[in-house]
């Protein structure tokens, strides 16, 4: 069983290519993604407010959606207007925008973190180190988590000086090429993050290309056993951990966080019938009985 201070999920749920592999092919009246999701997974990371601050009633609407799992939190993923577009900080009005969905999920008590991710680009200097400062300071009250990609940013006393902040370091699975960040097991005083993108070398940095080619990963199972070690260091040592898995495409996230889930609460899984039959690596882990495998319906009971 796992620990209730873990929880395991995605970053996103909207996907063209779930379609059949994470979610049924033949829907049921009413089927709503999300909702689906909350049936397995305790977290989901919320991708389209990094695109557009979401609007008040599009926050309403996922906590209503996820209703049935009083464990479920969110993260949230900051507008990029603060962290890829740094001309000048967003105005007053901007920033109210971005809380009014905020205070929804906080005050509802469905918010878990809120992850301010930076690109590879944004390196450790004293400007930028200015910057992240300012954006824990703006976003103290909604549990801040750091995301650097740049190698720059590995050192204990930007570690320490989150911490002191309230905010806490994004430790980050990404292909290793050149100054890229390492797998590190930074543990938060408020809490702690982990985020696994793949290691998908070949394209992670190709020009040509696309987030699909990217994020298209999925991680062996000696790949996770070696990772266990990093989780569990993250949940010893911090009051609440999050394990998001970003290697999207075609489902990947979803298999391979239910393969933590069970290497971790050291049982078998709840775990959706179609997205077993895909990966077959499942059935080892998977509530479902072989027999039901075997049958045409892809409707649990």
């Not at 996820?66 to 967003?90: A, I």
């Not at 991680?219 to 990772?227: A, D, R």
């Not at 072989?290 to 009971?301: A, N, R």
Request: hydrophobic share 35%; charged share 20%; proline share 5%.
């Amino acid at each position: 069983m796992l620990k209730n201070n873990l929880y395991v999920g995605t970053a996103g749920w909207n996907y063209k290519d779930w379609e059949g592999v994470v979610y049924p092919p033949v829907k049921e009246k009413g089927f709503d993604q999300l909702s689906y999701l909350a049936q397995y997974f305790d977290a989901v990371e919320i991708n389209s407010s990094f695109y557009r601050p979401p609007s008040a009633s599009s926050a309403a609407g996922w906590i209503k959606r996820v209703g049935d799992n009083p464990d479920f939190l969110f993260s949230y993923k900051l507008w990029q207007g603060f962290t890829h577009r740094r001309e000048q900080m967003p105005d007053a009005q901007q920033e109210k925008l971005v809380k009014q969905g905020l205070d929804l999920l906080r005050e509802n008590e469905r918010l878990g973190a809120t992850l301010i991710q930076f690109p590879w680009s944004f390196k450790n200097t004293p400007e930028n180190q200015d910057w992240v400062g300012h954006l824990i300071s703006k976003f103290s009250a909604y549990y801040p988590v750091v995301e650097v990609r740049h190698s720059s940013w590995n050192e204990m006393n930007f570690v320490c000086h989150l911490n002191d902040a309230g905010a806490a370091f994004a430790n980050i699975d990404q292909p290793m090429i050149g100054q890229s960040i390492s797998l590190t097991n930074y543990a938060g005083s408020k809490l702690s993050y982990l985020r696994l993108h793949g290691r998908n070398y070949k394209n992670w940095f190709a020009k040509d290309s696309d987030v699909a080619a990217r994020y298209d990963y999925l991680y062996s199972e000696n790949e996770l056993n070696s990772i266990k070690t990093t989780i569990e260091n993250l949940i010893e040592n911090s009051p609440k951990t999050f394990i998001i898995f970003n290697n999207h495409f075609r489902g990947q996230a979803a298999a391979n966080a239910l393969q933590v889930m069970s290497l971790l609460g050291g049982a078998n899984v709840k775990a959706p019938m179609q997205l077993v039959k895909e990966y077959p690596r499942l059935q080892n882990i998977s509530l479902i009985p072989d027999d039901k495998l075997g049958q045409t319906s892809l409707f649990e009971d």
